[in-house]
């Protein structure tokens, strides 16, 4: 090993799921919505003069912080916006947990928690959910340096009740905790009320799921005003310019248009529903989802073959070769055409 080699961070990097680069595949392993973003964001991109590229964008991202204020009824200062909610995250890791005591986080959740906590030398725990997929609120009740969660949580799907939120909230108030809500709207309760109540908590969101934006790249943190300053301070401590224009102006238009976006995430919970059933008749158990996935495990069939079936007839869904969840698949909710294809292939595979 040269000298310079002893010097490199290392780290194992967070996986993605696979994005295939064949035509004609039904794509549902990466939790993408399967419709595309309101009329407006394809207008705005189309009337955006090019020459204001030149320019460096507002590093503020003023426009769109303030877009997202109103449209939730809180306070710009309370508004951090972020390259999609991993960046959000990260800059919340490397911002709010810096001490000796370690983070807590479920053992089955979210697999880029770990990633960052190794990246940024934060000690952290796991802490076990139950064999209903749950989080206990009391196993949090102990000293720590920070919590992450994701509500509802993912890959399970499973949601946990806003008083249970709170009671980790309320035992944990000398640290910040976050709730990731990537999936909130899709059917679950959201801890944005308590960022007035409570000044250590942080609720994450992005345009990515509900908002047929994941590439645009959008995340944005809503907090109290002092963990947003924070945060701005890390942010540009790092880099000022991280949201380019024509992503900025989408955004804008892309949350402007209410009408659209709630009848979007209708049509997805409706086929979701309508999901769960089928897969049932199909010998399917899945948890009880509140986001815009399923979490399925089979009677008899093991969740690897039928991944990799699947894949066989250009069906991507996301299998976790990781324990208590290696017999279970995560299925993206598609359009109504691509879950009849999925259907079929799981009728073919079964008998």
């Not at 039928?306 to 208590?324: A, C, E, G, M, Q």
């Amino acid at each position: 090993m040269k000298t310079w080699e002893q010097y490199i961070r290392k780290v194992t990097p967070y996986t993605p799921g696979e994005q295939p680069k064949t035509a004609n595949v039904v794509k549902l392993n990466t939790n993408e919505n399967p419709y595309p973003p309101a009329p407006g964001v394809r207008k705005a991109l189309c009337d955006m003069d090019s020459a204001i590229l030149r320019k460096y964008p507002d590093p503020g991202a003023t426009e769109l912080v303030d877009a997202i204020a109103k449209y939730y009824g809180v306070k710009s200062n309370q508004v951090f916006v972020g390259v999609g909610s991993d960046d959000v995250l990260g800059m919340a890791f490397l911002t709010f947990f810096n001490s000796d005591k370690p983070i807590l986080f479920p053992d089955i959740t979210y697999s880029f928690y770990d990633v960052w906590a190794d990246l940024f030398d934060i000690p952290y725990e796991t802490i076990k959910l139950d064999d209903n997929f749950e989080i206990i609120p009391e196993d949090y009740f102990r000293k720590n340096g920070g919590i992450v969660f994701p509500n509802p949580n993912a890959p399970t799907a499973v949601e946990m009740s806003i008083d249970k939120v709170e009671k980790i909230i309320k035992n944990n108030q000398d640290s910040v905790v976050i709730v990731d809500e990537a999936y909130v709207d899709f059917g679950a309760t959201s801890a944005l009320k308590f960022i007035e109540k409570y000044d250590n908590v942080l609720v994450v969101r992005t345009f990515s799921k509900s908002r047929s934006a994941a590439g645009l790249r959008i995340g944005y943190a809503m907090g109290n005003e002092k963990l947003i300053s924070a945060m701005l301070a890390v942010k540009f401590s790092y880099n000022s310019y991280t949201m380019n224009f024509p992503t900025i102006y989408a955004g804008v238009e892309a949350i402007k248009d209410d009408a659209y976006f709630k009848n979007l995430v209708e049509k997805i919970i409706t086929t979701r529903e309508n999901a769960k059933t089928k897969l049932k008749e199909l010998g399917f158990t899945c948890t009880d989802s509140k986001t815009n996935f399923l979490f399925a495990t089979h009677k008899s069939a093991k969740a690897e073959d039928i991944f990799n079936y699947l894949k066989t007839k250009n069906i991507y869904v996301r299998y976790f070769k990781k324990p208590r969840i290696d017999n279970y698949l995560r299925i993206t909710i598609g359009t109504d055409d691509e879950m009849e294809k999925l259907y079929l292939a799981l009728e073919e595979y079964l008998k």
